[in-house]
T-cell receptor
Framework: ETGVTQSPTHLIKTRGQQVTLRCSSQ?????VSWYQQALGQGPQFIFQ???????GRGNFPPRFSGLQFPNYSSELNVNALELDDSALYLC?????????????FGPGTRLLVL | AQKITQTQPGMFVQEKEAVTLDCTYD???????LFWYKQPSSGEMIFLIY??????QNATEGRYSLNFQKARKSANLVISASQLGDSAMYFC?????????????FGGGTRLMVKP
């Protein structure tokens, strides 16, 4: 196990609602990245947080937002949910400045939007 | 343009045999990192192996090795002595610098099925 935890494990929402997903990073890691994985595809980068600031963002609209807390845990918020937001949301933690900066993933949150 | 290409949607391998999963990548950066992850049906992405663009030796981690051919921009994963527990999706990913941080770009994955 990586030590990265995510909650909840599963979630069902209806179109137009808002959702908050949570992630606790591995001990010693200072960076959290979020990915969206649609069924049958590889994960897509949403954004990354380092020292409580957004460090980089993929091609996702502003209704996808996030936070990182002083203990390096993180939240992903999605407003005005759409059917296409149904996916597995993966959080990964890493330590910026190391040679590999390997990202270690949590078990994911499966979101279904009806 | 697709930056990571995995051309094998699915593969079968006999238990105890070796298997190679293909990955090609596209980048103009000189410094980059290549990763392989395993994703069982539970969903968690499990880190397997890393290859840095400046590493002269091919990476190895237990039964996993990476056949890195920089000029051909390929980073194939070799799994030796396949086990039933190796059945899963396998993703190749490249680390790129993006804004102030770095991101992983993933390929479409290869589903490996190990036959007893």
């Amino acid at each position: 196990e990586t030590g990265v935890t995510q909650s909840p494990t599963h979630l069902i929402k209806t179109r137009g609602q808002q959702v908050t997903l949570r992630c606790s990073s591995q001990s010693g890691h200072n960076t959290v990245s979020w990915y969206q994985q649609a069924l049958g595809q590889g994960p897509q980068f949403i954004f990354q947080y380092y020292r409580e600031e957004e460090n980089g963002r993929g091609n996702f609209p502003p209704r996808f937002s996030g936070l990182q807390f002083p203990n390096y845990s993180s939240e992903l918020n999605v407003n005005a949910l759409e059917l296409d937001d149904s996916a597995l949301y993966l959080c990964a933690s890493s330590s910026q400045g190391t040679r590999q900066e390997t990202q270690y993933f949590g078990p994911g949150t499966r979101l279904l939007v009806l | 343009a697709q930056k990571i290409t995995q051309t094998q949607p699915g593969m079968f391998v006999q238990e105890k045999e070796a298997v190679t999963l293909d990955c090609t990548y596209d980048t103009s950066d000189q410094s980059y990192g290549l990763f392989w992850y395993k994703q069982p049906s539970s969903g968690e992405m499990i880190f397997l192996i890393y290859q840095g663009s400046y590493d002269e030796q091919n990476a190895t981690e237990g039964r996993y090795s990476l056949n890195f051919q920089k000029a051909r921009k390929s980073a194939n994963l070799v799994i030796s002595a396949s086990q039933l527990g190796d059945s899963a999706m396998y993703f190749c990913a490249m680390r790129e610098v993006y804004n102030a941080g770095n991101m992983l770009t993933f390929g479409g994955g290869t589903r490996l099925m190990v036959k007893p």
